[in-house]
Every structure is written in C-alpha cells, then in structure tokens.
C-alpha cells in the first residue's frame, strides 16, 4: 500500500511555472516508481514524468519535455514536478500515482493513485 499526496496546483497566466509536490507513504522505501499524470476536462488521461526512487531514472511525455522537471527528496519521500513555459494546455486535474518496479515509463500501469491537485494556465 503506497499512500500518495499531491499539493502545489493552482492558476497562472500563460508562460508562468507552478512546482507541485507529492508526498508518498510506504513500509517499503525502496524500488518505487512516482509519476505524474495528468487529465484535461473532456480528454484521457496523459502519463507526463516518471521518476525511479532508486537511482533517480526519469521519463517525460513528449509534450512536456524541456519544460518539465520531475525531481526528488527521498530523505522527505517527496516528489516534485516543476513545469515552465507552462500553457493552456497544459491545464488539468494533476495526479502523482506510484507502482513498484523498473521500468519506470509514463506508459506503465500504475497501481496506487492520488486524489489531485487542479491546474489551470490561462492565455
């Protein structure tokens, strides 16, 4: 069982940053996968970064890569997701979900979720 936290959503004008932040929780520390996804009203769901907690491995979505930085804080089971350049595209309920295991893609399933954090990028 992964217990998982978002924080950090909000609004902000086209071209601003917002860093979210995701507290996750377990008995086991190691061999954790952390990502963040993210859903636009009326759109699927998108798979955005990745992160391995062991080793720091990191994966972007195409669409986000070179604006997006996903980081972390194991000492704090913290995971971060600082996005630049941000759009209105990019707005949308942001998940932070977990699995176990390597490899670490935006594709994989993941088994744990979080409950979100809004974010809204206005033109």
């Known amino acids: 069982q992964v217990q998982l936290v978002e924080s950090g959503g909000g609004s902000v004008q086209a071209g601003g940053s917002l860093r979210l932040s995701c507290s996750h929780s377990?008995?086991?520390?190691?061999?954790?996968?952390i990502g963040w996804f993210r859903q636009a009203p009326g759109k699927e769901r998108e798979g955005v970064a990745t992160?391995?907690?062991?080793?720091?491995?990191?994966s972007y979505a195409d669409s986000v890569k070179g604006r997006f930085t996903i980081s972390q804080d194991n000492a704090k089971n913290m995971v971060y997701l600082q996005m630049d350049k941000l759009t209105p595209e990019d707005t949308g309920m942001y998940f932070c979900?977990?699995?176990?295991?390597?490899?670490?893609?935006?594709?994989?399933?993941?088994?744990?979720w979080g409950r979100g954090t809004p974010v809204n990028v206005s033109s």
């Open positions: 979900a977990a699995k176990f295991g390597f490899p670490c893609p935006p594709s994989a399933s993941f088994a744990y």
């Open positions: 992160i391995y907690t062991s080793g720091g491995s990191t």
């Open positions: 377990t008995y086991i520390i190691s061999n954790r996968c």
